[in-house]
Every structure is written in C-alpha cells, then in structure tokens.
C-alpha cells in the first residue's frame, strides 16, 4: 500500500481535529499547557516564540498570558501574504519554539498548511528548541512522508503525553 502524501494526511488529521468539539478542544489544549509548563525548555527560556491559535488548533492564548505574567518575551510571528512570514525582532534570540501543525509523528516529524512558514522561520532560531502543540488524534503511527527542508520537533506535547525526540544527526 502507498503511503499517504502531505495532502492526503492534512485532510485525514484536520478532519480529526475538527471532530473534538469544543469542550474537549478547551480541557485537552489546558492539560498541553500544564504539560508545556512543566518541561525544562519553557522554565529555561526567556524569550519564546509562540502562534496565535485559530480554529480548532490548541488553544494558546492562556499561554501568552501566562508568559507575559513571568515576564518572558514573547514573539508572535506575523503572516503576511507578500512576503509569506515576518520574522520576529532578532529570530536567533528564540530559545523556545512553540509550532502548531496538522499531523505529527514520534519521530519530530511535523507537517502544517504546506505554506513552508515555519520551515523557513526555524532554520534562523539556531539555540531555539522547537515543541509541537497537539491533540493525541494529531499524531500518526506511522513516519510522515517529510523533505529535506522539513524541520523536526524537539518534543511534541499533547494531552496525553510528554514526546521528548532524539533526532539523528
């Protein structure tokens, strides 16, 4: 059987994450975020790069907050169609990465949009340790079908688990 492309999968696992509603989208993206304050990357950083959720993504903004309230800096990078992603103030700054997708896998895969925005963004952020937010219905068993421009996870955080990555040199 042929493994699924990038598009296929992005409709397989939108889908699923559009099915929780939105009760359990709130108690699941609230146990990530307990998860996220837990993990030594977030007590270590000071300044953090962060998406503002949409959708049925995991919510962040409780998040932010939260950051801003132990006065780390926070940076929200800006989408604009012209240039496709505005990076932030000084990206080689980042320390923690914080990254939406549509589909992971254990092995710090990520596959978002297919805009390539964060591919482009992470490759700047060099001491940046990158965590994926998800829901346990986002993660595939299965390796995703990545390139070579795919920038992996350090570790993937849903409500379920802790997915700290070793990824090959």
Same mark, same amino acid.
């Given at each position: 059987m042929a493994q699924p492309? @990038?598009?296929e999968l992005r409709k397989e696992f939108l889908a699923k994450r559009d099915t929780l509603d939105a009760v359990e989208r709130k108690r699941h993206s609230s146990l990530i975020r307990q998860r996220v304050f837990q993990h030594a990357a977030w007590k270590n950083a000071t300044t953090i790069l962060c998406y503002v959720s949409f959708?049925?993504?995991v919510e962040t903004g409780?998040?932010? #907050? =939260?950051?801003?309230?132990f006065k780390k800096r926070v940076v929200i990078p800006l989408h604009k169609p012209e240039s496709r992603l505005e990076p932030p103030l000084n990206p080689a700054e980042v320390e923690l990465?914080?990254?939406?997708?549509?589909?992971?896998?254990? #092995?710090?895969g990520r596959i978002?949009?297919?805009?390539g925005y964060f591919d482009?963004?992470?490759?700047?952020?060099? @001491?940046?340790f990158r965590m994926g937010l998800a829901f346990s219905a986002q993660l595939s068993a299965a390796p995703l079908p990545l390139e070579s421009h795919d920038v992996r996870m350090?570790?993937?955080?849903?409500? @379920? =688990?802790?997915?700290?990555?070793v990824i090959p040199a």
């Open positions: 492309t @990038k598009a959708g049925s993504e409780a998040l932010i #907050q =939260e950051a801003r309230r990465a914080l990254l939406p997708g549509i589909v992971f896998d254990p #092995q710090g978002g949009f297919g805009g482009r963004l992470l490759p700047q952020m060099p @001491k940046a350090n570790a993937l955080i849903t409500e @379920k =688990e802790v997915l700290n990555i």
